[in-house]
């Protein structure tokens, strides 16, 4: 086969390998139709839209059989412990979820970064069909010589192909083989074509700079400490959330509480009322007393509406925290909370708990990890500062003839070898580049040192703050209780009174606003020491409840991979 057929043979054989490489799945990561049609018009992000509200009209009465989206009535009322609730926010909470992907990210980018020594294959290929002029001398008669310019015409073929190995030391170790046939169409030359055969084996290592398996797996080490941050971040999301479920759900629960106190004492003021028209029916007590018990009834009535307005929003934002399915935040469902509060007083001493709480918090870990990260970059920027030396080894060998089998023989043979040893130094002038760059990473790791103190004070100052809050709120309770019971006895006093005739409603319905005001801060006392508990576990990093808490990163579908 002559060489102008070989070329044509190689150039179709690089063509159809390039059009099969395209065809089957390389377009797989060639950005497709979506994403870059999306236009988003202007006015979008300049025009602000006004609120169209309409007048309120009666609403029809629903049938209890319509259900027009096919997914069943959702349930009138719903009955959820704490640790139900604490169970589903674990599962379903969204912003969780979103937290717990950060994990597999930061695994990804580590295992990036430990890839980087992986091997590598090359090879490539080269057609070189050239026409170089020369000059020549003809001669044009006996003894008469004149210069000629002519082309000294060539085509060759160049392939080459080798495995590339980084080491963990900074070096490279290249192994390649290259293999070309050179055709000179002018003629001349002892072969013609030409092969030849070269192997090559090559050691490159630096010296100081990039030098040594510590600097070149800093970016290794970082990432690994960058993954244990993530890790702690979401520890910290987790325990976050759980006391964010705790605290919503002791305050749904005095919202219940406090709207059966309202609605209590709506009966109660309706009772009075009706006891006053007795009385004025019977000419015992004046038309204005009447008056008096309608004004408490709607007094009542007010708190109730506001009552049942806090209990659904305390309800909606359960329902948002939990995102249970089934429990849509717009959904007539009740919430029955089976959880009583449970008032007991802790001996709290506030040693042992700031100590528990510089060992658990989360946030002294990340920067305790942030510091040994920033401790690694000191180090690599020092060895950065270094002049950038290296040393070189290649040892070869090659082999022409006639014949590529020729060719190779020879090469197996090793009659031809050289070797190559090669130093090379580049030493910066003043180096402020590299020195400047040490100096940022020193002041910021004694930046990061004075955040690490600040932090663990202000930690030390909130475990103290809600060891004396829960203190106190024990202390509310107490109050509260006795509050309670005194402002209950004055009323029953006070009606005892006015059916003597010697009390007017007024005072009636002032002593049974004080006893609803009592049992409503007694029950605020009881969430409220239950909170400060669940504050004083998260001051500590740690969270309430028998059962410990175990957490695992969502690896999400990747479908497009």
Known sequence: MSSRHLSRSICRAMVAALAAALL?????????????DVKIPQEKFRRI??????????EPVQSSDADPEGQGDPPAEMELSLEQCRALALTNNLALKARLVDPTIAAERLSEEESKFESSFFTNVNLDKSEVPGGTVVEVGEGIYVPSVGAAKSESVLTNLGVRVPLRTGGTVTLDFADSQTENLSGGGVFNPTYRNQLNMSVSQPLL????RWANTHSIRVA???YQMTDARTKLEVIAVLAAVDRVYWRLYAAQKELDVRRQQYDLAQAQLEQVRRF???????????IRAEAGVAQQLEAIIIGENNLRDRERELKRVINKVGLDMR?????ALSTEPDPVRYSLEPSGLVQTAMEARMELLELQLQLLSDASSIDYARNQALPLASLGYTYNISATEASRSDSLDMLFDSEFTGHRLNLQMVVPLGNEVAKSR???AIYRRRQRMATRDDRAVLIELEVLNAIDQAEANWQRILAARQNSILNGRLYEAEKRQFELGLRTSTDVLDAQTKFANAQSAEIAALAEYQIALVDLAYATGTVLGAARVQWDPIVPVADDF
């Open 331 to 335: 959904g007539p469902t009740v919430l």
């Open 438 to 440: 040490i100096r940022q």
């Open 280 to 290: 004025v029916n019977a000419g015992e007590r004046s038309q204005v007393e009447v």
């Open 209 to 212: 700079q990039n030098a040594g």
């Open 224 to 226: 690994a400490y960058n």
């Open 24 to 36: 089957s799945g390389c377009d797989a990561y060639l950005p497709g139709p979506g994403y870059q």
């Open 49 to 58: 839209e006004t609120l169209q509200l309409q007048e309120a009209v009666p």
